[in-house]
């Protein structure tokens, strides 16, 4: 039987590692980030069914990740962990997209309860929905479960990298992304290499593209891309 997967995002290292083995303990598949880079990334690459979240993060807050989820995974449930216990604190967590909200400090009997409380309601599951899921780009449909771009009867296979890209752009359609935020995104790094492979891999974007006109990847000069679609 796989086990369950769960991606838990916590910035204190000791109370992380107490967590996580105390889930694998109890046969969990758990994957742990130590601050809010590269979650997305995560979520595409290991599947989680569930994600647990604490809310004060490096980088990038658990409020505003789990929105972000919730934008291109509705059906990924979501537990934000918090010292925070004021009303209008709660009533966040659930407005950005959360399906429960635990305060610290927590026993794990209580995160093991709720978590197996909500993949019971969570159904049908997250696998099934992501695995049927397509976007449309103007004249392509792009796959982002099999890694694939579809013009008409033509099929492109995509690197994960480049997958991760197009999932980028397709959340920000018409819209700018700073091109500080893609590194940080896709590689957990905004070094000038992996500046450099960026250039390499929006090129190869490019040219997947170029049968529709309609849409286009705009460097934005110090800044980043806009992404067109018209």
Known sequence: MNKIKILYVEDEPYLGKIVKESLESRDFNVKMLLDGRGVRAAV?????QICVLDVMLPYKDGFTIGSE?????????????????QQKD???????GGNDYIKKPFSMEELIVR??????????????????????LGQYIFYPKKFELHFGDQIKKLSNREAQLF????????????RKDILLEVWDDDSIYNSRNLDVYITKLRVYLK?????????LKGVGYHFVVE
């Not at 595409?44 to 989680?48: A, K, L, N, T, V």
């Not at 999932?167 to 700073?178: A, L, P």
């Open 44 to 48: 595409e690459s290991f599947e989680p």
């Open 90 to 96: 709660i009533l966040k967590g659930f407005e950005s």
């Open 115 to 136: 978590i197996n409380n909500i993949l019971h309601l969570a159904k049908p599951n997250f696998e099934a929905k992501k695995q049927s899921r397509s976007i449309e």
């Open 167 to 178: 999932h980028i752009f397709c959340n920000n359609k018409n819209t700018s992304v700073k």
């Open 211 to 219: 049968k529709d006109p309609s849409l286009k990847i705009i460097t």
């Open 69 to 85: 989820l919730r934008q291109t995974y509705p059906q990924l449930p979501i537990i934000y962990l918090t010292a925070k216990n």
